[in-house]
């Protein structure tokens, strides 16, 4: 091909090319990139009464959750002078894009942001400590709010509050009752080892026991129920806070994997686990493939429709009979970016989503999650028996217990995509043991936390 | 050419069948498609009652004028502009072979094998420091820079074959280079010219990694970077994925199709006459 | 004499001077716009790629560890290695079902039925990747064409999720691109096989040679430099490949399907460790280069 055709005379003029280009190199590596010092948060007067002037605010959420746009509609509804822009993409890419979105010149006023990463040490985030004196927010639940706080060394758990939930999630297990009652289940398993006797049940029958997918990594919430009830709940949050010294390599996580390990040689996962990812095995359980699907209260509402009474919803059940719950949920996480030109018009729509008895009513509607906020305040309402009033119930015993744990997937930004989805289809499909898992997962923890 | 036969018959099965192939996958979608969007559908089968209802939801789902009208003004930018430079570029060294031209050529080339990738990274931080992130600038800038390679080493290979006498009798009758350049060499050029904007349009059509990362709103981005949207969109529905896929597909299709004749003769030409 | 030739010269020499102002002039927009979009980052890239930097806060110098990481990591290693095995998939399989597919079609009078073969077997290559990813995955689905295909000839026990399959999943992508660049090589052979001289066919059939025979002896060497250009075009995607494996697998499962770019994409963007992800663009350039660069040798050494 004459397009690469070179000669001798032209091969001297490229080592010419590469010189110029080292020196210019060297002369560059005099400056390192980026900015010395973080920014420092621009100081704006806090108020907590609305301005009357026309506000545009901009949102940035993830598909397929539609909660913001019914939210924004219902606050211009109230509030005619402030509108809104929610643009959306998926939940891999924004998380990818978020840091990169605060940082820019133009970021969105209020930005989804699941894993807080370096963020916070960066500057991105505002803080909302003089908001949470200037609206009371102390008479919300401290619990609720304790992993939205991030701390001076960037270990979440404690120190200024950053983040605000739209909605507060729960997860567990639904159940197809209609298969149940085909294999003779009465009542939802009161231990783990219940459980998997149903399990094991539903499989003589030819029912598929678990319907999972893993294409995106979301068998991870059946890996961490299962670790949540063998590990310590404390070391586990430290974990996933980024506490220094805290290991993911404990014998309880190892149990866990361990069980998933012994449920995929068991064959209670569907065979093509790998290819399936989230929507598609909430449709497909939904349309009444296999007897369990391990999943969070915002899929309550959605299932309930799809498959009216035939389904039910519980917490995943402890180890041993009688021990408290232990179960994954997590503030559907919302972030104010520092650079934002209305922070006082998007901190008083996220206090009013907490506070307004129709936003809360949307919140538990739309997503089936409790709302927050103030617990004597009226809780929105839902239809008696539903699997929305369950997962509220659940929400409730889980708050009494003391049993919520966050997601392992948002303990740092790269872990999700980096270590657990590619272990965890190794995991399900038996190409290596619990332990391995753990191993690799903590490595990469490691590795992460360290550069 | 004698050729026996059974060579010609086997020969012919299997042309049959490797265009049954190449054309399965298609035809698997637009089937897809058109199967009620509830349904998670089997296979290759033809629906029953087809559905075609599904491209107007997955039209208005996924906000496909808005996605085509950003595509639109990125090509609408990106491909006039890398033509221009590119002829510009391909006449200085393909006919005025201007001193030091063979050292611009061979930097060009360097540039030929760099995969966008390597790239990525150090382009969002610079889109960035020019304060175009997010925008359509953000895709379009870069890509008349990456096209340059290509495009002027394309454009050179046209203006190297273009006898030089053709040059000199304008230049004997007293034209000025612009002059020259504009009434003999352009009009000269139009198949090389529009063989390369087919192919620049096709590029910046398709092109996915660049507004992935350098738009973060997908209305933004070209229609092929906001697919990632769609899967997001539709992820449920496999018909209306297939119906949003085939709807970004055909424009590019079309455009194919209509000019494919002097598209492919062109593209030899022009990758083996270098 | 020398005085009369003296003037000319230095008209000549001026005319020249003048060219090169112009010609320079001429190449300055496309020369600005590489520089600024290729160069320039490809520059800041390397410079990155001595840094520990997540993007936004302060960097750090780190010498060449970003490298060492490039080189050590066994899940980077991996994707290296997967991107070799698209090769297999991307160069070889469509480099030689072109070959084929070109000689059968000039063996063809030309009409229809040979222009449609080439307008459909080039479709694939002019719709976006990105979209083909989309249409593939619902293919290799559990309940897709293939499963269904292999149950209709009674071979329903191979049916399994193709990208869900550890075994199959690379295959299964690389098979996306012999999909889309088989009709490109398929085109460009075509033209190749016209600018032989027939003379050389006919010599060759009356030797009594057969179909085989023609193709390594004929067709094969006059299409040299059609296959050094195709190789290296091809080689250039396997290597760089991005949009399929982002719309089908992502990578997975486990890491079966990574290659450089996703991982370049994730460690850059998703975990935020620039320089890393610098490190990885610069070695993938190298690798591309150093994979194409001998093939411009090949192609020139047997050319003599």
Redesign the interface.
């Known amino acids: 091909?004459?397009?690469?055709?070179?000669r001798a005379a032209?091969r001297r003029?490229?080592a010419?090319?590469v010189a110029v280009?080292t020196a210019?190199?060297l002369a560059?590596?005099g400056c390192?990139?980026?900015?010395?010092?973080?920014t420092t948060t621009k100081s704006t007067a806090v108020t907590t009464t609305l301005t009357s002037k026309k506000v545009h605010l901009t949102i940035?959420d993830?598909?397929?959750f539609p909660l913001t746009d019914k939210l924004t509609a219902e606050f211009t509804a109230q509030h005619p002078n402030i509108t809104f822009t929610v643009?959306?993409?998926?939940?891999?890419?924004l998380?990818?894009?978020a840091?990169?979105?605060l940082?820019?010149?133009?970021p969105p006023d209020l930005i989804r942001l699941p894993m807080i990463?370096?963020t916070v040490?960066?500057g991105?985030l505002a803080n909302l400590d003089p908001y949470f004196a200037a609206y009371g927010w102390d008479k919300w639940s401290a619990s609720q709010l304790a992993p939205l706080r991030v701390n001076k060394d960037n270990v979440r758990g404690s120190g200024s509050l950053y983040q605000l939930g739209l909605g507060y999630s729960v997860t567990g297990i639904y159940m197809n009752t209609k298969l149940a009652a085909k294999v003779g289940i009465t009542a939802p398993p009161a231990t783990l080892a219940e459980l998997e006797s149903d399990m094991a049940a539903a499989k003589a029958k030819g029912i598929l026991p678990l319907m999972e997918g893993?294409?995106?990594g979301v068998v991870n919430f059946v890996v961490q129920a299962a670790m949540n009830q063998y590990a310590d709940k404390t070391q586990m949050m430290n974990w996933i806070m980024n506490v220094k010294g805290a290991s993911y390599n404990t014998p309880g996580n190892v149990k866990g994997a361990d069980l998933i390990r012994k449920w995929a040689d068991a064959g209670y996962f569907p065979?093509?686990?790998?290819?399936?990812?989230?929507?598609?095995f909430?449709?497909?359980f939904q349309?009444g493939e296999g007897l369990f699907t391990f999943n969070g209260n915002w899929a309550a509402a959605d299932t309930q429709a799809k498959m009216g009474n035939g389904v039910t919803f519980f917490l995943v059940p402890p180890a041993t009979a009688g021990a408290p719950h232990v179960a994954m949920g997590a503030a559907n996480s919302f972030s104010v970016a520092a650079k934002s030109a209305h922070i006082n018009e998007i901190v008083y729509f996220l206090n009013w989503i907490h506070t307004n008895a129709k936003a809360r009513q949307i919140v538990l509607d739309v997503t089936g999650a409790a709302p927050g906020g103030d617990p004597t305040e009226a809780q929105p309402t839902a239809a008696p028996g539903s699997l929305t009033e369950q997962a509220l119930k659940m929400s409730a015993q889980i708050g009494s217990e003391n049993g919520q744990v966050d997601f392992m997937s948002n303990a740092t930004?790269?872990i999700y995509?980096?270590a657990i989805?590619?272990?965890s289809?190794?995991l399900v499909?038996g190409?290596i043991s619990g332990q391995e898992f753990v191993t690799k997962v903590q490595d990469f923890y490691a590795q992460?936390l360290a550069? | 050419m004698i050729v026996n036969k059974s060579e010609v018959v086997i020969g012919r099965i299997v042309l049959v069948i490797v265009l049954v192939l190449t054309l399965i996958p298609l035809a698997n979608m637009l089937s897809a498609a058109l199967q009620p969007a509830g349904d998670?559908p089997t296979g290759l089968t033809w629906p029953a009652h087809p559905q075609w209802s599904n491209f107007v939801t997955a039209f208005d789902t996924g906000h496909v004028w808005q996605l085509m009208g950003s595509s639109l003004l990125i090509v609408v930018v990106v491909v006039p502009v890398s033509l221009l430079f590119s002829t510009l570029a391909g006449y200085a060294l393909g006919n005025l072979r201007m001193r030091g031209g063979?050292?611009v050529f061979?930097?060009l080339?360097?540039g030929?094998t760099i995969p966008f990738e390597a790239l990525i990274i150090p382009l969002?931080?610079q889109v960035?420091a020019i304060?175009v992130?997010?925008t359509q600038w953000a895709v379009i800038l870069p890509l008349i820079g990456l096209y340059m390679p290509f495009s002027v080493?394309w454009m050179r290979?046209h203006f190297i074959g273009v006898p030089r006498e053709l040059s000199e009798a304008a230049r004997v009758d007293g034209a000025t280079t612009l002059q020259e350049f504009r009434r003999i060499q352009l009009p000269l050029a139009r198949p090389a010219l529009s063989a390369l904007a087919i192919l620049l349009f096709l590029w910046t059509w398709n092109q996915f990694l660049l507004p992935?990362v350098l738009i973060?709103?997908?209305?933004s981005r070209t229609v092929a970077g906001a697919l990632?949207?769609f899967?997001?969109?539709y992820?449920?529905s496999i018909p209306l994925l297939n119906a949003g896929a085939l709807i970004i597909i055909v424009p590019t299709i079309v455009v194919f199709i209509v000019f494919q004749r002097q598209f492919i003769r062109a593209l030899l030409q022009g990758?083996?006459?270098? | 004499m020398t005085t009369s030739i003296a003037p000319r010269r230095a008209a000549a020499h001026s005319a020249a001077r003048r060219g090169t102002l112009v010609g320079w002039l001429f190449a300055a927009p496309a020369l600005i716009a590489y520089c600024a979009f290729v160069?320039y980052p490809?520059?800041?890239g390397?410079?990155?790629s001595?840094?520990?930097?997540?993007?936004?806060?302060?960097?750090?110098?780190v010498g060449i560890n970003n490298y060492v990481r490039v080189f050590t990591d066994p899940d980077l290693l991996g994707s290296i290695r997967n991107a070799f095995v698209l090769i297999a998939f991307f160069t070889i399989v469509p480099v030689a079902a072109g070959l084929v597919l070109a000689t059968l079609i000039r063996s063809m009078r030309p009409g229809f039925f040979s222009s449609a073969s080439q307008t459909i077997l080039f479709l694939p290559q002019i719709i976006p990747l990105a979209a083909a990813g989309i249409g593939w995955s619902w293919m290799?689905?559990?309940t897709g064409a293939v499963n269904q295909l292999l149950s209709a000839v009674g071979l329903g026990s191979l049916a399994?999720?193709?990208?869900?399959?550890?075994q199959t999943a690379l295959p299964a992508v690389g098979l996306i691109g012999s999909w889309v660049l088989t009709g490109l090589c398929t085109v460009l052979f075509l033209t190749g096989i016209g600018k032989i001289d027939p003379s050389l066919y006919e010599a060759v059939r009356l030797d009594g040679a057969n179909w085989a025979r023609e193709f390594v002896t004929v067709t094969i060497p006059g299409l040299r430099?059609e296959i050094?250009?195709l190789v290296?075009i091809t080689i250039i995607a396997a290597l760089s490949s991005f949009d399929i494996i982002y719309t089908t697998?992502?990578?997975?499962?486990?890491?079966a399907t990574?290659v450089p770019g996703i991982s370049i994409?994730?460690?850059g963007?998703?975990?935020?460790?620039?320089g890393?992800a610098s490190a990885f663009g610069i070695v993938l350039m190298i690798l591309v280069l150093a994979c194409?660069l001998p093939i411009?040798r090949l192609?020139?050494v047997s050319d003599r």
């Open positions: 091909m004459a397009i690469f055709h070179t032209t003029r490229i010419a090319v280009a210019s190199v560059l590596a390192a990139p980026g900015s010395s010092a973080p940035a993830e598909t397929g643009t959306r993409d998926t939940f891999q890419n998380t990818a894009n840091p990169k979105l940082a820019s010149s133009t990463g370096d040490k960066d991105l893993d294409k995106d065979s093509d686990i790998n290819a399936i990812d989230y929507p598609t909430v449709s497909r349309a930004a790269g995509a980096g989805i590619p272990e289809q190794l499909t190409k992460e550069g | 998670n063979r050292f061979i930097f080339i360097l030929l969002y931080y960035q304060g992130l997010n080493v290979a992935v973060s709103d997908p209305l990632t949207f899967q997001g969109q992820s449920s990758a083996v006459k270098g | 160069i490809l520059l800041t390397l410079q990155y001595f840094y520990r930097w997540n993007g936004v806060g302060p960097s750090e110098w290799y689905a559990q399994r999720p193709w990208l869900g399959d550890f430099q050094a250009v290296t697998t992502l990578g997975g499962p486990g890491r990574l994409y994730r460690i963007f998703t975990q935020s460790e620039v890393l194409v411009q192609a020139r």
